[in-house]
Each structure stands twice: as structure tokens, then as C-alpha cells.
């Protein structure tokens, strides 16, 4: 917050003693209830004045910009204000002015508000929300999406309202903080295992950068009832529930009532993504420079993994299809005319307009788009197609040291011999 410079006009003499003065603003009177900042400096010395007078301005401008923008916490803006002119401040009159103001916090609110006010302006408190900006550059830096740091910094804001400096990550304080805001906001399992998770991102930070220990074990960790099993056997009251594959018939009974509804488009992904066992972002993502119709292949390039850059066959039954989309093409995309979210997402909108035909013809939440792939993966695998000759062509890593290190892969024969056992039957 930029300082607004000391005046003459802070100051009033009363019975000869100055007075810090301060009319606060209209817009935040209501927010503040008071119209006016007042406290006697307690001499009659102006120079003294002067300078206990600035200790008190500082305090009093850091509450009325923290009303503006809707703050939680003015104690910490008001701390860290304090701390910035410690070292060029004499002691004695910033030890008397802390004081104070740590004796009316206790007064108001409690001993822990104020001890924690006390710390922070004499630099022995980290305030957490100071770490944020570096936190998320460190995210940017190691390529994580900005839809999913955006998430993991709402996330923060919760933990950060609650526990406001570093001293307080203790694993009973977070454990308590934890299951209140589970309680008071109806938290999900799911969603409580994402808090912690990006809790969990966030201390790990502040241990890379030293201001936790390395040694020290996070405090954050999912209570037992809100744990989320993947295991059909295990203890966890919430088991997750997969998605599944679609049938073929089901498949193709998706792509009918998309044609009858006049959704082309639609009609045109699905038989898309049968047939490649692609994603939806990676099928809306293709450029029509990525389809080769002398190789007969596809290139995905657009992928969320480095194992899901790939080569795939295109399949005899779709070769019309990608011959039709390219050349009708307007904007450089196979799938052309999808608004990007902000994200730069294309297949946001598509996305919902098939979990909406989907819902309509009584699939549940087991069934999204990405069980068409999952059909696609089965089809193979019940054509005894190998498993790393699937994974190559659907983009899954290979774990082993022989084929997953050493080889570079399946030749495109090998995956298009594998891709001609999948067979739907589509009018188009």
C-alpha cells in the first residue's frame, strides 16, 4: 500500500497535549463506524508528537484501505505497516506505540489477536497472504494450467482467512481448521481433499523458499471422514466411483439422437472420438494441418501428457469424415467455430451440450464424455490387441523399464492393424 505522506494537519493541541488526528473517509464511515481517528500522542513536545503521530496515521491508513478492498484481517495490514519503519523508528517510541495498540486489540478482540499483531510488526511473524504472488510465479514456473492454479489459489484464500501467519501451522490448529470449514460450508469428501491438497502445494512452497523447515512434516491432511477410497474393500466412508465405459450400442445410440436433435457437430465428435479413442480436448484442439490424408494418420500434439503426443491411424470408416470436416473447415480446426473459454479451452461449450443429451437418455454421472475412450479401450482389448500397443494409440504411459524406456513405440502397421478391430455402426 503506497504511504500517503505525513501533515501538519494530523496533529491538534488540546490542554497542551497533542492529539493524532484523522478524519476517515465517507465512503468507509459506515464500514469503520466513526468519522474520525483520535488518540492523544501524550506529550507537548511537536517533534515528538510528530513522530508518534506518523506511527498512529500509518495504522489508522492501513485500516481504511484494507475497508476499501473488503478485507478480513486489518490487524495484519496495520502489523505489517508497522514493521516496515521499526529499524528507522526509535525503539523506545515504537515499543511504546505497540504496546498500545497490542492493549486496546486485547481489549476488543482477544490475547491471541493481539499477540499475533505484536509478532508480526516486530518481524517474528510471517504473514501467509504475503507469500501468495511468489506462491502462484512457482506454480506459472513449473507449467501447471492457470485454471487449475486459479483453483488452488481460491483455495488458499479459505485457509489463509482463518490461519493468518506461519506460527499457527501447527497439525492441531489445521486439523481443527480443516473440519470446521468442512462443517460450516457443507463441504464434499471431494472437496475437502482438494483444500488440502493445494494446502498441502502451498507449504511445500514456503519450504522451498525457507520459511518453513524442510524437516518439518505439513500439518495438512484429510480428515478420516471426509477420506476418499479407491479401493471397493477399503475403510474410507467415500469410495469413488469411476467412470465407465459406454456400450457400442450405446455409443451409437448417443450419435443417433444428436443427428435427430440437428447437432452435427456433436454427431460429428462422437464418431470422432469412437473411432480415435482421443479426448474431447485433444479431438477440439485438432488443426487441420494435424490430419494427413495421404498418410492416413492424425497427429495429436495438444496433449495433456508427454505420452499423449501421438501418431494415430485414421480409421477406413472415418476417412470421409475427416476429408468432409477438413475441407469445410473456417478457422484452421477440425472442429471448426468452438469459443475457447478463458482458459483457452475448446471444448467447454460441446462438452455440456453432451452431458445434456447424455442425462436425457438416463446416464448418470458414471457416464461422461471420456467413456466413449474408455469404450474405445475396451473394443481393443477384447480384439486381443496388446497393451502397449493400445496404450500407444490412446496415449498412456508405459511404466516398464524395456517398453516404456528403451522402445520408441509401436510402428503406425502395428496400430492401425490394431484400430481395424473397432467397429461401430454409424449411418452416415
Not at 489477536?113 to 501468495?132: M, W
Amino acid at each position: 500500500m503506497a504511504q500517503k505522506s505525513f501533515r501538519a494537519q494530523h496533529l491538534e493541541l488540546r490542554h497542551k497535549t497533542y492529539y493524532a488526528v484523522l478524519t476517515v473517509p465517507t465512503d468507509v464511515r459506515l464500514i469503520l463506524g466513526k468519522k474520525k481517528f483520535f488518540k492523544t500522542t501524550g506529550t507537548s513536545n511537536l517533534r515528538l508528537a510528530q513522530t508518534k503521530a506518523e506511527l498512529f496515521v500509518i495504522q489508522w491508513q492501513s485500516e481504511i484501505a484494507n475497508a476499501r478492498q473488503d478485507s478480513s484481517s486489518p490487524v495484519l495490514h496495520s502489523a505489517l505497516e508497522l514493521n516496515k519503519i521499526r529499524n528507522s523508528t526509535p525503539k523506545v517510541l515504537f515499543d511504546e506505540v505497540l504496546e498500545d495498540e497490542a492493549n486496546r486489540l486485547e481489549q476488543e478482540t482477544n490475547e491471541i489477536v493481539a499477540d499475533i499483531f505484536k509478532e508480526v510488526a516486530k518481524g517474528n511473524e510471517r504473514v501467509l497472504t504475503s507469500y501468495i504472488d511468489g506462491w502462484e510465479n512457482h506454480q506459472h514456473a513449473r507449467n501447471l494450467t492457470k485454471k487449475n492454479i486459479d483453483q488452488m489459489k481460491r483455495d488458499l484464500s479459505l485457509l489463509t482467512d482463518d490461519i493468518p501467519t506461519t506460527r499457527l501451522l501447527s497439525k492441531p490448529v489445521c486439523s481443527n481448521w480443516i473440519k470446521n470449514l468442512a462443517s460450516t460450508r457443507s463441504l464434499s469428501a471431494s472437496s475437502v481433499t482438494r483444500i488440502i491438497s493445494a494446502s498441502n502445494n502451498f507449504y511445500k512452497y514456503l519450504q522451498h523458499v525457507g520459511v518453513v523447515d524442510e524437516d518439518e512434516v505439513s500439518p495438512f491432511k484429510v480428515p478420516k471422514a471426509y477420506q476418499v477410497s479407491d479401493s471397493k474393500n477399503g475403510k474410507s466412508i467415500f469410495k469413488k466411483n469411476p467412470w465407465r465405459p459406454f456400450s457400442r450400442e450405446q455409443v451409437e445410440q448417443l450419435y443417433e439422437v444428436a443427428l435427430r436433435k440437428g447437432d452435427q457437430e456433436l454427431a460429428d465428435l462422437i464418431v470422432l472420438a469412437a473411432y480415435t479413442g482421443a479426448r474431447i480436448e485433444e479431438l477440439c484442439s485438432l488443426k487441420i494441418e494435424m490430419v494427413n490424408l495421404v498418410d492416413l494418420t492424425i497427429s495429436i500434439n495438444d496433449a495433456k501428457t508427454e505420452a499423449g503426443i501421438r501418431t494415430v491411424p485414421i480409421h477406413p470408416n472415418v476417412q470421409n469424415l475427416f476429408e468432409r470436416l477438413k475441407t469445410s473447415s473456417s478457422d484452421g480446426y477440425i472442429l471448426c467455430n468452438l469459443a475457447k473459454s478463458k482458459y483457452g479451452v475448446r471444448s467447454n461449450a460441446i462438452g455440456k451440450r453432451f452431458g445434456r443429451l447424455k442425462k436425457a437418455l438416463g446416464h448418470g454421472k458414471q457416464h461422461v464424455f471420456h467413456s466413449i475412450r474408455k469404450t474405445f479401450t475396451t473394443l481393443l482389448h477384447q480384439a486381443d490387441v496388446t497393451e502397449v500397443v493400445a496404450a500407444n494409440i490412446v496415449g498412456h504411459e508405459i511404466k516398464t523399464m524395456t517398453y516404456g524406456v528403451y522402445s520408441e513405440g509401436s510402428s503406425i502397421e502395428q496400430k492401425r492393424s490394431a484400430i481395424a478391430n473397432v467397429r461401430f455402426n454409424f449411418d452416415s
